[in-house]
């Protein structure tokens, strides 16, 4: 299976700053994806991020307030930016690929708190 | 929304029993994973079933998908205290990009 890190493990931040979030792989994947959890609840996919294309955002998250960079096939960066205390959630990196049947894997994820 | 939706939403049980949780879902699957999550940190990816399979193992895990009820469970044999967290389905459709989606979750709380 794939081995995901990310950095930061946590933060606390002041509303208006911006934060980026690392996100590296073991090995090369070719689907990368950014996920938000919010708290009490389940994940929500933010983007999908492929290596050398722009990444593809879901319904209610745009490229302003979520860049992400895909610069190789075993890293990416999530930047939150302008934060708001609605932004605190737990932001996961995920990779599809590595496993037997194409399972999906996720980092340990980065706990956001915005005061 | 949610494609998943497992039930119940919370369990709790003695160490020892066994524990059992369902998902069910609305549209055609590829595949359906479960994983666990301690305490708000990262997903485990603990089994995924492919949609023309009816039954998995892994250790004191073992899935079952029936396809036909767009349902899926999860059971936990002989329970430990460590079993304790919140539990996930998600489904991954049948198109070329499909995505994960997620059920709500279900909190399993083991007593030792």
């Known amino acids: 299976s794939a081995v995901i890190s990310q950095k930061p493990s946590r933060d606390i931040c002041q509303r208006g700053t911006s934060l980026t979030i690392q996100c590296q792989v073991d090995?090369?994947?070719?689907?990368m994806f950014w996920y938000r959890q919010q708290p009490g609840q389940s994940l929500t996919l933010i983007a999908t991020a492929n290596q050398g294309s722009e990444a593809t955002y879901e319904s209610g998250f745009v490229i302003d307030k979520f860049p992400i960079s895909r610069p190789n096939l075993t890293f990416s960066t999530l930047t939150v930016s302008n934060m708001s205390p609605e932004d605190s959630s737990i932001y996961l990196c995920?990779?599809?690929?590595?496993?037997?049947?194409?399972?999906?894997?996720f980092g340990p994820g980065t706990r956001l708190t915005v005061l | 929304s949610q494609q998943g939706e497992e039930d119940p939403q919370a369990l709790s049980i003695q160490e020892g029993e066994n524990a059992t949780m369902n998902c069910s879902y609305k549209t055609s699957i590829n595949n359906l994973q479960w994983y666990r999550q301690n305490s708000g940190r990262g997903l485990v990816h603990l089994i995924l079933i492919r949609s023309n399979e009816r039954e998995k193992h892994s250790g004191r895990l073992r899935v079952t998908l029936d396809t036909s009820k767009k349902s899926s469970s999860l059971l936990i044999t002989a329970s430990r205290a460590a079993d304790t967290a919140s539990y996930f389905c998600?489904?991954?459709?049948?198109?070329?990009?499909?995505?994960?989606?997620f059920g709500k979750g279900i909190t399993l709380s083991v007593r030792p």
């Open positions: 998600a489904t991954d459709g049948t198109g070329a990009n499909s995505k994960l989606t």
């Open positions: 090995s090369q994947v070719t689907m």
């Open positions: 995920s990779v599809k690929g590595g496993g037997s049947y194409n399972e999906q894997f």
